[in-house]
C-alpha cells in the first residue's frame, strides 16, 4: 500500500525515522497509558508479524499527528496456523492538536483497508498476541475512541478486567497455609520447577491453557528470568497439574501471570495455594504489589483473585468487527 493524501495530511506506512516523534505523539495523545522508545521497540518493531506498511502514519506539515497499527500473522501462534481471516488494530491515535478534524477515522479506515487487501475479514481491537499493549478497550478513559470505533462496525466480543493488590504486610491467611499443609500431606508438591520440568511445564500450558502463556514461560526464562518466580503443582502420582508465577512479561517482577490448574483439579484449593505461594515469593523479593491485565471479572479466576484481597482497576472491551453478510 503507498501513502494516501488527504489534504495536506499524507497516511502512508512507518519509516525509519519516525519512532521518535511517533512515541512522543502517543505520549501525548494517551496520557494515561505512556510508551518508552524500549517498550516500542521491543513490543511492535521487533515483533516477528511486524510489517512497516500496516503501521499507518498521519503526516500533517511534515509532523506526525497519528497512527493505526494493523497487523496480521506471518508467523503462526502455534503449530501452523497463520489465521488468514483474521487481522488486528492494537492501537491507534491522534495527536490533541490535531483533533476533531476526522483524522482518527481516516487512519482507522486505511488500517481497515490494508487489511482487507492482505485477505483479513474479522478484526479485533486489540487483543493480538504475542505483544499486546492493552486487552483492548478502555471505554472509560477513551469514549471518544469507543464512538468511533463503533461507528466502524466494532462490537464488544468480551470484557477483560485489569486488578491489582498491595504486598504491604502481605501473609499467607491461615486458612490457605493450612489447605497448603493438607494437601502436602496427601503427597502434593508445591516446588520451584527443575530445568528438567520445563518441558513438561510448557507442554502444559500451550496445550491446555493458551499457546501464548507456553511462549511467554519459554521466551522469559530464555531471557534470563529466574525460576525461582514459577511455583508448580504434582498431584501424588507425579503428575504437573498447576502452576504459578511472576515476573514473564517484560520482565516485570510485579506483573503477575500466567496461572493455570488443571480444570480437573480445581476445587482443590490448589489454586488458592499457587496463587498466595507466589504472591509470598513477590514480597519476599521485596515487591510492594502485584498487578496484572487481563482476566474474566466475573469468571472464577475473578472471584479467586477477589478473595485473595485483588480489586478491578481498570475494565476493557475486547472489539471485533467482523465482515457484513
Known amino acids: 500500500m503507498t501513502s494516501t493524501p488527504v489534504g495536506e495530511t499524507e497516511i502512508r506506512g512507518f519509516r525509519a525515522g519516525d519512532g521518535p516523534p511517533l512515541v512522543a505523539a502517543w505520549c501525548r495523545s494517551a496520557p494515561a497509558d505512556p510508551i518508552t522508545p524500549d ?23 511534515g509532523r506526525l499527528t497519528g497512527a493505526a497499527y494493523a497487523v496480521r500473522r506471518l508467523t503462526p501462534m502455534s503449530g501452523t496456523d497463520l489465521e488468514p481471516e483474521q487481522g488486528w488494530i492494537p492501537f491507534f491515535f491522534v495527536d490533541p492538536a490535531a483533533r476533531g478534524q476526522g483524522l482518527g477515522r481516516l487512519l482507522l479506515t486505511d488500517a481497515l483497508g490494508w487489511l482487507g487487501a492482505h485477505g483479513r475479514t474479522t478484526v479485533d481491537f486489540s487483543s493480538y498476541t504475542p505483544n499486546y499493549l492493552l486487552p483492548g478497550l478502555d471505554a472509560e478513559t477513551y469514549p471518544e475512541a469507543a464512538e468511533l470505533l463503533g461507528s466502524l462496525g466494532f462490537r464488544t466480543l468480551y470484557e477483560a478486567a485489569a486488578m491489582d493488590r498491595s504486598l504491604v504486610g502481605h501473609r499467607m491467611p491461615e486458612a490457605v497455609a493450612r489447605r497448603r499443609d493438607e494437601l502436602t500431606s496427601r503427597g502434593f508438591r508445591f516446588t520451584t520447577p527443575a530445568d528438567d520440568d520445563l518441558v513438561e511445564l510448557i507442554a502444559l500450558a500451550g496445550n491446555r491453557f493458551n499457546p501464548d502463556w507456553a511462549r511467554a514461560i519459554r521466551e522469559c526464562l530464555a531471557a534470563g528470568t529466574p525460576p525461582d518466580r514459577i511455583v508448580v503443582a504434582r498431584e501424588p502420582a507425579g503428575r504437573l497439574v498447576g502452576w504459578a508465577m511472576h515476573g514473564a512479561y517484560e520482565s516485570r517482577a510485579e506483573r503477575f501471570g500466567p496461572f493455570g490448574v488443571l480444570e480437573e483439579m480445581r ?32 469468571s472464577a479466576a475473578g472471584r479467586l483473585y477477589r478473595a485473595a484481597g485483588f480489586t478491578t482497576t481498570r475494565r476493557f472491551r475486547v472489539l471485533r468487527r467482523e465482515p457484513v453478510r
Open 267 to 298: 476445587g482443590t484449593g490448589l489454586g488458592t495455594v499457587l496463587l498466595h505461594l507466589v504472591l509470598e515469593r513477590m514480597r519476599a523479593g521485596g515487591a510492594h504489589g502485584a498487578w496484572f491485565l487481563w482476566t474474566g471479572e466475573r
Open 39 to 61: 517498550r516500542f521497540r521491543s513490543l511492535v518493531l521487533l515483533d516477528a508479524n511486524f510489517d512497516p506498511e500496516g503501521l499507518r502514519v498521519a503526516v500533517t506539515g
